[in-house]
């Protein structure tokens, strides 16, 4: 589970100290979704500048410049690579051809390896899944809603990505994960974040939640792009290759009943737990002692947890 979110100040309305402000309540609202990492991206003085750490919103000192009006953010919780390791955390930047950009993602990517391999790719450091939608951009060698497009219908597993350019445009990229996107036409500014309850929280603590605001409609396949005077732009890509997400990264996605999950999904989740490091015997001794899909799901992130049950299938087996 991540988050994405962001502040679109296009009538520079706000004054800096008020931008930080609601920035920093969204970015506190978000914890929600992911503690192990935050970040913001924003221009300075022509450029993209990015600011990330491996600590919780909360924790974060967001030096964020005055002449920054377009903040787009990013908490995470893990699936892969280490937060410890600083680049392994979004924002990321990229470059398309002269063209600079920062990219975050909410979700998983299933064929990151695969991509990197047919695509040919370019070694890189980072070992984040989501880093491959960077490099997808930068082959295309510019950016732009085709580009966008191209690598959106390249990606296989579940996605909504944040594309901020050295112009303060900001494209979003709906895939099949969630995104709630809000116009307050009296502070004269955008806010968007992964759900509604992230800016209802957010609007709470800031005493906001009752000034006028319209819900800005993007539905899957929609690339939205919102340029540095807040007007905005739509094209679609193809989201047939798009599929219900499967991994519990995002609580309030729909799940396979249970009992009586689809194979592939509970596949899908022992491949999950295994690219988390648990190893596979234990969670198909798991799996054989009786617990379903969504016990997993919950163990994958419990080390303590899933060890005590392990300790006690063993146990009831007669192993020590």
């Not at 988050?3 to 520079?12: P, Q, T």
């Not at 309305?13 to 402000?21: C, I, M, S």
């Not at 009943?257 to 015997?281: C, F, I, K, N, S």
């Not at 080390?303 to 049950?309: A, G, I, K, S, W």
Request: charged residues 25%; aromatic residues 8%.
């Amino acid at each position: 589970m991540c988050a994405i979110f962001g502040v679109l100040d296009f009538r520079r309305k706000l004054t800096p100290a008020q931008r930080r402000a609601v920035f920093r309540e969204l970015a506190n609202a978000a914890q929600i979704r992911g503690t192990d990492a935050s970040g913001v991206a924003y221009v300075r003085d022509g450029a993209i500048q990015i600011q990330k750490a491996p600590r919780p919103a909360s924790k974060m000192r967001w030096r964020i410049p005055p002449e920054a009006r377009h903040l787009m953010g990013h908490t995470r919780m893990t699936t892969q690579g280490a937060a410890s390791k600083n680049y392994n955390n979004h924002p990321f930047p990229g470059r398309a051809g002269s063209q600079p950009f920062a990219l975050a993602h909410n979700g998983v990517l299933y064929n990151d390896m695969e991509l990197r391999r047919t695509q040919r790719l370019p070694a890189a450091k980072i070992e984040t899944d989501s880093y491959v939608a960077v490099q997808l951009i930068e082959k295309c060698g510019r950016l732009s809603a085709d580009s966008l497009c191209q690598m959106a219908e390249a990606l296989d597993g579940t996605f909504t990505i944040t594309v901020l350019d050295a112009n303060d445009t900001l494209y979003l990229v709906k895939g099949n994960n969630p995104l709630a996107i809000r116009l307050f036409p009296g502070l004269g500014c955008y806010l968007y974040a992964s759900t509604g309850e992230i800016l209802d929280m957010a609007l709470d603590a800031l005493g906001l939640s009752k000034l006028a605001q319209t819900n800005i409609p993007i539905t899957q396949g929609d690339i939205m792009e919102i340029d540095a005077k807040g007007q905005r732009t739509v094209t679609r890509f193809d989201d047939a290759r798009l599929r219900t997400p499967r991994y519990f990264c995002d609580w309030g996605w729909p799940r396979p009943t249970v009992p009586g999950e689809p194979d592939d999904y509970m596949e899908t989740v022992l491949e999950y737990g295994q690219r988390r490091g648990v190893p596979e015997w234990e969670l198909r001794l798991l799996l054989d002692a009786g617990y379903d899909a969504l016990d997993l799901e919950e163990m994958i992130h419990d080390e303590q947890f899933r060890e005590n049950c392990v300790r006690e299938v063993m146990a009831d087996l007669g192993v020590r």
